[in-house]
T-cell receptor, first 112, second 116 residues
């Protein structure tokens, strides 16, 4: 079993749709949960991070963590064409917090 | 504030050639790292450094060397390029204080390397 699983997509939605992006993980020691966004031909940039379980909201974006199910989600409300990118989940390695465990990324296209 | 700057952006090499990918950051970050990104494989850590004079191996260090003589610069050297090193390479840095457990990385725009 991979340490992190993320459906690569591609996911295509119409503008204004609610988007749900998900990752599952196997290491119960993970405490920080991150979402990075990567535009085509650019480096990833941190979008949001959460600590432990629960929800965190930032504008149109909501990050959700369910530690009991080892499942994290990123919701995008009122999606815009500018949200078209690859979204990667990432987890600081519990044994070495400088090493991140990455999902493969989900490619999202928001169509006008 | 330029952030993380990588050069060159594109490079084509022949098998066996050597080259250096440059990375510089102007944010006074102690931590710097190199990743490669390949389709179906995701981001994989090559080498990282927690400060000047200190480097360590990541997941896929073979065929690559690094050094960290200054806080600002972290070059990645390919000793004898192989087609398997065709990839997109990203340099990333982070600030240690207050960020040690968040893993918030600042990435450069990438260097696209093709080895023929």
């Amino acid at each position: 079993q991979k340490e992190v699983e993320q459906d690569p997509g591609p996911l295509s939605v119409p503008e204004g749709a609610i988007v749900s992006l998900n990752c599952t993980y196997s290491n119960s020691a993970f405490q920080y949960f991150m979402w990075y966004r990567q535009y085509s031909r650019k480096g990833p940039e941190l979008l949001m991070y959460t600590y432990s379980s629960g929800n965190k909201e930032d504008g149109r974006f909501t990050a959700q963590v369910d530690k009991s199910s080892k499942y994290i989600s990123l919701f995008i409300r009122d999606s815009q064409p500018s949200d078209s990118a690859t979204y990667l989940c990432a987890f600081p390695n519990a044994g070495n917090n400088r090493k991140l465990i990455w999902g493969l990324g989900t490619s999202l296209a928001v169509n006008p | 504030n330029a952030g993380v700057t990588q050069t060159p952006k594109f490079q084509v090499l022949k098998t066996g050639q050597s080259m250096t990918l440059q990375c510089a950051q102007d944010m006074n970050h102690e931590y710097m790292s190199w990743y490669r990104q390949d389709p179906g494989m995701g981001l994989r850590l090559i080498h990282y450094s927690v400060g000047a004079g200190i480097t360590d191996q990541g997941e896929v260090p073979n065929g690559y060397n690094v050094s960290r003589s200054t806080t600002e610069d972290f070059p990645l050297r390919l000793l004898s390029a192989a087609p398997s090193q065709t990839s997109v390479y990203f340099c990333a840095s982070s600030h240690p204080s207050g960020r040690a457990y968040t893993g918030e990385l600042f990435f450069g725009e990438g260097s696209r390397l093709t080895v023929l």
